[in-house]
């Protein structure tokens, strides 16, 4: 079946400007993560929701970080104001239940000039 | 606060040699243990996870629980082994789960 898809693949953006990326789910998994890869730092977890609400948010970096999830379904985050060292692939995954195997999107690399 | 480290960034080796990628973690509880990998151009996906105690593609992880370690082998290096490795661990007693990184070792396996 299709995996978790992720859009756009590559977004190009200037400082101070605001992004949005996209995940999309497999159907049915009721958890969904929002991961950053970034050179330097690795892998770091971001925000998880289960259903629509988000009960852990603590790896958002700062304010300008938001997400949302709506239906149980497709989420977005939200980068208000980019700056130069939010550039990284931010990777989506998502699970059948909250402990179960995490299967990941192809991410979305950005680049904030 | 939970820590995964792997000391090598890069791991250099021949097919058909043996290979070990370390991984040492920090963990107050019962942690999930699991190793990630990435090949060029795909997306990142699960290799193991120590509750399977399974062997794909010929790797193996054994949990040691003293050490506070999870390494990942395999006897006999293939150039398709090539690809790039996270560990990772889960906290699940808090009713949800999300996954602490290494910051991944890069496993070159050359002819």
């Known amino acids: 079946g299709a995996g978790v898809s992720q859009s756009p693949s590559n977004k190009v953006t200037e400082k101070g400007k605001d992004v949005e990326l996209r995940c999309d789910p497999i159907s049915g998994h009721t958890a969904l993560y929002w991961y950053r890869q970034s050179l330097g730092q690795g892998l770091e977890f971001l925000i998880y929701f289960q259903g629509n609400s988000a009960p852990d948010k603590s790896g958002l970096p700062s304010d300008r970080f938001s997400a949302e999830r709506t239906g149980g379904s497709v989420s977005t985050l939200t980068i208000q104001r980019t700056q130069q060292e939010d550039s990284a692939v931010y990777l989506c995954?998502?699970?059948?239940?909250?402990?179960?195997?995490?299967?990941f999107g192809p991410g979305t690399r950005l680049t904030v000039l | 606060a939970q820590r995964v480290t792997q000391p090598e960034k890069l791991l250099s080796v021949f097919k058909g040699a043996p290979v070990e990628l370390k991984c040492n973690y920090s963990?107050?509880?019962?942690?999930?243990l699991f190793w990630y990998v990435q090949y060029s151009r795909q997306r990142l996906q699960l290799l193991l996870r120590?509750?399977s105690r399974e062997s794909i593609k010929g790797f193996t992880a054994d949990l040691n629980k003293g050490e506070t370690s999870f390494h990942l082998k395999k006897p006999f290096a293939q150039e398709e082994d090539s690809a790039m490795y996270y560990c990772?661990?889960?906290?699940?007693?808090?009713?949800?789960?999300?996954?602490?990184f290494g910051k991944g070792t890069m496993l070159l396996v050359s002819p």
């Open positions: 995954a998502s699970s059948p239940d909250w402990a179960d195997t995490q299967y």
């Open positions: 120590h509750i």
């Open positions: 963990y107050s509880g019962s942690p999930e």
């Open positions: 990772a661990l889960t906290n699940s007693n808090s009713g949800y789960s999300t996954l602490t």
